[in-house]
Every structure is written in C-alpha cells, then in structure tokens.
C-alpha cells in the first residue's frame, strides 16, 4: 500500500520563503517522476513541478524562477519543493504524488497547506 507524507506547509508574508518535504513510502514498483500539485479553494488540482528518475525537472509557467524541486539522493522516494518569492496566489494545499507506469498516481497524502497572507 502506497503511502505519501507530506510537511513544511505553513503561513508566511508575501516574499517569503518555505521549503516542502515529501516521502513516498510502501509497496512501489518504480516511480519514474514524482510531482508537487496545489489546488486552491475552488480550483482544480495543478501540476507545480515535477522531477524524473534520470533528475529532469519542469515547473509550471506560474512558479518558474520562483519555485525549484528536488530529490534526496540519500533517501529514496524523497522530493523537496523549495519555494521562494511567495505571492498570496500561492496559497493551496500542496500535495506530492509519484508517477508510476506513466500515471500519477490515484492514491494522494494529505497535503500540507501553505497560506501567504500579510
């Protein structure tokens, strides 16, 4: 059963900086990507980034610059979503999901809210 854990959510000011963590645990055959989503209240769920198993990385248009992903070499199924420069439209819950035999997966976390407000 495939676990995801989710944390570093939190409230902070406009221009600020937080910095996400994400495990992906229990019975994975291959992830062959693992992507950071955000839906927003009364929005669709959006892809923000995501990094490949050969260390390719995209970025939505909205979070370039801004936003970067990363892996833990050290710990396998660990991804990282440092974002700086916030803007109050950053505000969603972030969620972190593995691609799996060319799917996202169906199973979610329960995501950690990040909330840019002054």
């Known amino acids: 059963q495939l676990q995801i854990v989710e944390s570093g959510g939190g409230l902070v000011q406009p221009g600020g900086s937080l910095r996400l963590s994400c495990a992906a645990s229990?019975?994975?055959?291959?992830?062959?990507?693992m992507g950071w989503f955000r839906q927003a209240p009364g929005k669709q769920r959006e892809l923000v980034a995501d990094v490949t198993s050969d260390g390719t990385t995209n970025y939505a248009d909205s979070v370039k610059g801004r936003f970067t992903i990363s892996r833990d070499n050290a710990k396998k199924n660990t991804v990282y979503l440092q974002m700086n420069s916030l803007k109050p439209e950053d505000t969603a819950v972030y969620y972190c999901?593995?691609?799996?035999?060319?799917?996202?997966?169906?199973?979610w976390g329960q995501g950690a809210q990040v909330t840019v407000s002054s």
């Open positions: 999901n593995p691609k799996i035999v060319g799917r996202w997966n169906a199973i």
């Open positions: 229990g019975s994975i055959f291959r992830i062959e990507a």
